[in-house]
Every structure is written in structure tokens, then in C-alpha cells.
Nanobody
Framework: QVQLVESGGGLVQPGGSLRLSCAAS????????MGWYRQAPGKQRELVLT???????NYADSVKGRFTISRDNVKNTVYLQMNSLNPEDTAVYYC??????????????WGQGTQVTVSS
């Protein structure tokens, strides 16, 4: 079994910062892509930022220059640093991982989601 566990969400004022973390655990052989998606009320889930195991990033234009992603391949953890937050960033943020487990199958895994609310 593979699990992704997120932490770090919460309430922040406009212009503030938050840092999300997501740790993968279980019978993991390799982790390829990791990253973050988000879903605001009444909207579809959308890409925020992802990073490959070689450090190549893919991001939404709406977060360019404000959000950064990093990963610790030893700890199987990915981080999302969010700066200059605005109310449009309010959403449930989901961690994502493309992971090969001990049965040699590569699957997509999702965390349970963490709420980020930007409000004064």
C-alpha cells in the first residue's frame, strides 16, 4: 500500500504565505512525478505545480512567480511554497504522485486534500 499524507493548509490573509508538505509512504520502489492540484468550489480540479524525479517542473500560469515546488527524494516528500496568496487561491489542495510500488506497477496516487483559505 502507498499513501500520500498532506499537511500545512489553513487560513491566511491575502498577501500571506503557506507551505504545504506531502509525504509518500508504503511499499515504494520509485517515485516519478509528484506535485499539487487544487479544486475550488464549483470548479474542476486543476494543475498547480508538478516536479519530476529529475527536477523538471510544470506549473499553472496563475501561480507563476508566486508558488514554488521542491522535493526531497530521500524523504519521498514534496513541498509547495505559496507566496503572495490571493482569494482566488482558495481551494482544496491535493498531493499527487506517480509511484511504482513493490508489485512493480506504476499508479497515480492522491492525498486526501488539505484546505487552503485566503481571506481577510
Amino acid at each position: 500500500q502507498v499513501q500520500l499524507v498532506e499537511s500545512g493548509g489553513g487560513l491566511v490573509q491575502p498577501g500571506g504565505s503557506l507551505r504545504l508538505s506531502c509525504a509518500a509512504s508504503g511499499s515504494i520502489l520509485s517515485i516519478y512525478n509528484m506535485g499539487w492540484y487544487r479544486q475550488a468550489p464549483g470548479k474542476q480540479r486543476e494543475l498547480v505545480l508538478t516536479i519530476t524525479n529529475r527536477g523538471i517542473t510544470n506549473y499553472a500560469d496563475s501561480v507563476k512567480g508566486r508558488f514554488t515546488i521542491s522535493r526531497d527524494n530521500v524523504k519521498n516528500t514534496v513541498y509547495l511554497q505559496m507566496n503572495s496568496l490571493n482569494p482566488e487561491d482558495t481551494a482544496v489542495y491535493y498531493c499527487y504522485g506517480q509511484i511504482r510500488s513493490s508489485d512493480y506497477q506504476t499508479r497515480q496516487y492522491w492525498g486526501q486534500g488539505t484546505q487552503v483559505t485566503v481571506s481577510s
